[in-house]
């Protein structure tokens, strides 16, 4: 077998040709969304008003080549260097300072896009480096993650018991769900990273649509209707086969259901040994993608193209009946893409949240603390992580995210890693028909598993659809999909086959 080395070697030229990212420098866009969402504008996913842009008196903006570089706080203390690749999680520490004028510390936040695989060799190399100019915390996307917790990079990864936390009670407490806790835990089992959003995903659906084919748009009877919360797609497939007599499509493209199949399957693309395998459940998307195609349940859209966001407004070839995901696609995809602003125009307020027939996560970030940072600056590094990812007090950031008051009223709500904040929080939204969507995405937190993701997911998931596609539209029989995805990984990422 080739070294599994070889992949990270080959991981950024990967990432190039791969939509890669989650917004860059200039745009606000949710680094808990995707790297696909980087391939429109139009998919922004960040609550651009949640990331407050007013500077502190000592902030400060500049260029370093590629990279963005803010820098908020009075520094009277020193200077902590933060990595991102948004400007999320930096308007939140700025937020956090401009809450506790006493915080001392200037932060200096280096952001680098995702696209054109430039954000994790700066990062690996900043790291490796060391010194004044190393990040004393970074963040990494559910696509690479893995890298940083438990993997090629875990080694400069402080878990967060070391940070001063009581790590096991503080998770308790918020109610982090288990997907997201299993993502930032390392080989050795502490916790190493924690977001700040919960990704686990619903099914997304049109009321009109649901009105005019099953008599009702009761998000519990839609549940039933599709085998929510059943572990099966059987009643799916039964859904999907009368709306097709109705000439509706029962979702875009086969990539609305490529991710809750990738993250409910059983394991990841790697075994033990380092040899690509696939999953009987990632397998099953070869027939799953076909039956789309072959009757035509389906736009046969690719998510982040013109034509997914066209369905989103109801202007596509077919009425398309819904949307596998988190709260973020609600807010930062459909929304946006709806054709309106208030309710009667486009698709705005005809929409509803049910429960997916299996559960799954699609996005997320975590922070990671350095744990070659200068000792003097461990408890400020932790009252930052601890602002963003574990307090679930009425006065903390998840809390005002969630009921949409970060910056006063009327903000965006949205789904928080604290199931606890969000328990006592207010998710109704216009855009889903004054429903409550943390009645859902409560359950579809926890319902999400974590243990099946590997370092290298964000390039073989982009191998892997290539070749589903190809069979699916008859261009390739099933074993010559099968063969020329094995071979492209082995040739791009130096991984062979366990067969």
Known sequence: MKRRITALAMIGLMTASVLAGCGGSDSAAASSAPAEAAASAAASEA??????????????????????VLVAGSGE????????????????????????????????????????????????????????????????ESAFVLKYTRGDMEEYAMPYADLGFDIDKEIEDAQIAKYAVEIGTNSSGQVDGLGYQATGGCFIYRRSIAKDVFGTDDPTEISAIIGGGSGSWDKFWEAAATLGDKGVAIVSGDGDIWHAVENSSDVGWLNEDGYLQIDPKREAFLDISKNLTDNGWSNLTQDWQDAWFADMKGEGAKPVFGFFGPAWLINYTLAPNCGGTAVGEGTYGDWAVCDSPIGFFWGGTWLIANKNMDESKKEAVAELIHYVTLDCTEDGLQYKWANGTLNGEGGTKDSVASGTVMAKSNGELEFLGGQNMFDYFIPANDYATGSNLTQYDESINQIWRDQVRAYAAGEKSRDEALAAFKQTVSDNLGIESAE
């Open 47 to 68: 609550p651009a008003e949640e990331a407050p842009a007013e500077e502190t008196e000592a902030a400060a903006e500049e260029s370093e080549g590629d990279a963005q």
């Open 77 to 140: 203390k020193g200077t902590i260097n933060l990595w991102t690749f948004t400007d999320e999680v930096p308007g939140m520490v700025e937020k956090y300072i401009e809450e506790h004028p006493d915080f001392g510390y200037a932060v200096k936040s280096t952001i680098i896009a995702t696209t054109e695989g430039a954000y994790q060799p700066a990062l690996d190399q900043a790291l490796i480096a060391g010194g004044e100019e190393q990040p004393d915390f970074y963040c990494a």
